[in-house]
């Protein structure tokens, strides 16, 4: 079965940062797309960041230029390195991948982690 499982979340103050890893196992995952998404309590899930199989990135526009998604490394492992944390971004880091030649969709997605929590205090 293919597993993804999400490490680093935590909590920092704002204006810190901290570097969120999926590892993912059971299956190669070359060329597939992968993202993060996020959820704070009592709101929907919403996009982070992605990148496709293509090396192609993309970010919500909330996080553009302190967020940064890796490539999937040589272990299966993909990163989203979070700088400039604000409370705002406190929430549930979900990741998640599929075999897609576009980036990920919250609603086809087919693989998703448990989730790491992110909390961002002022």
């Known amino acids: 079965q293919v597993q993804l499982v999400e490490s680093g979340g935590g909590s920092v103050q704002a204006g810190g940062s901290l570097r969120l890893s999926c590892a993912a196992s059971?299956?190669?995952?070359?060329?597939?797309?992968m993202g993060w998404f996020r959820q704070a309590p009592g709101k929907d899930r919403e996009f982070v960041a992605s990148?496709?199989?293509?090396?192609?990135?993309a970010y919500a526009d909330a996080v553009k230029g302190r967020f940064t998604i890796s490539e999937v490394n040589a272990e299966n492992t993909v990163i989203l390195d979070m700088n400039s944390l604000n409370v705002e971004d406190t929430g549930v880091y979900y990741c998640?991948?599929?075999?897609?030649?576009?980036?990920?969709?919250?609603?086809?997605?087919?693989?998703w982690g448990q989730g790491t929590q992110v909390t961002v205090s002022s």
């Open positions: 990148v496709s199989w293509h090396g192609i990135r």
């Open positions: 059971g299956r190669s995952f070359n060329r597939y797309a």
């Open positions: 998640t991948s599929d075999q897609t030649a576009g980036q990920v969709d919250a609603g086809t997605s087919r693989y």
